[in-house]
């Protein structure tokens, strides 16, 4: 198979997560998500070296890239999670300064390998790299509430609240540094369903949309 780079967005809980790993696995290729990023994001394990030997991180090109990138120190916000936790005015300045070079790594990471990338912008990031296929996966509500429960002990209610307010975040995050509608369809290749396709149907059909895509002359 030739070259290729999976960009994944998606709406909390609706499965995206899973659908990455599962294709990347698949496809023999590395799976990079917000997490692996915010771990090399942080100046204590960059300087120590230690998340190189992180489960998450050891077997793939992350760490060295990072290195390659990391400018010591790196500004950072007084936040883990910019998607979960309100952003104070101080702490935009130092987030910019983590988008930046995020968007760096994920650029470089794109050039090396075919690999999946899930959330922090890449669909936008790596727009003008034409091995990308961009994914948007979404789902109705109620599907979504059953899987959040699975994970979060809190009443249905306050769940709902929860949910709606990372989506809030991911889609005002994904507008300032884009200037793009987190959910319009214009912005990906597909837009999946998981209620409707279910994890092992959404990870076929992009397998076949690489396929095509990279079967037309035009690619």
Not at 28 to 56: F, H, I, P, Q, T
Not at 173 to 184: I, L, N, R, V
Request: one cysteine or more; a negative charge; proline letters at 3%.
């Amino acid at each position: 198979m030739e070259k290729f780079i999976v960009t994944i967005s998606r709406e909390y809980c609706s499965g995206g997560q899973k659908i990455g790993n599962r294709l990347a696995e698949e496809l023999g290729v590395s799976c990079y998500n917000a997490e692996m990023l915010r771990l090399v994001s942080k100046n204590e394990n960059m300087k120590n070296g230690a998340v190189a030997d992180d489960e998450r991180i050891k077997d793939t090109s992350l760490f060295d890239v990072a290195k390659e990138i990391y400018s010591d120190p790196l500004p950072t916000p007084h936040i883990d999670d910019v998607l979960s936790t309100k952003v104070s005015d101080d702490d935009m300045v130092y987030i910019k300064n983590i988008y930046d070079y995020q968007s760096e790594i994920i650029t470089e990471l794109a050039k090396r390998e075919s690999c999946v990338i899930i959330g922090r912008c890449a669909n936008y990031i790596l727009k003008d790299n034409p091995y990308t296929i961009n994914v948007f996966v979404h789902a109705p509500l109620g599907f979504k509430l059953k899987r959040a429960q699975s994970r979060h002990y809190m009443p249905d209610a306050e769940l709902r609240n929860y949910m709606a307010k990372v989506d809030e975040r991911k889609a005002d995050y994904y507008f300032k540094y884009t200037g793009c509608e987190w959910t319009d369809v214009k912005n990906y290749d597909l837009s999946l369903d998981t209620s409707e396709l279910g994890i092992s149907g959404c990870v076929d059909l992009i397998k076949r949309f690489i396929k095509i895509k990279q079967s037309n002359e035009n690619f």
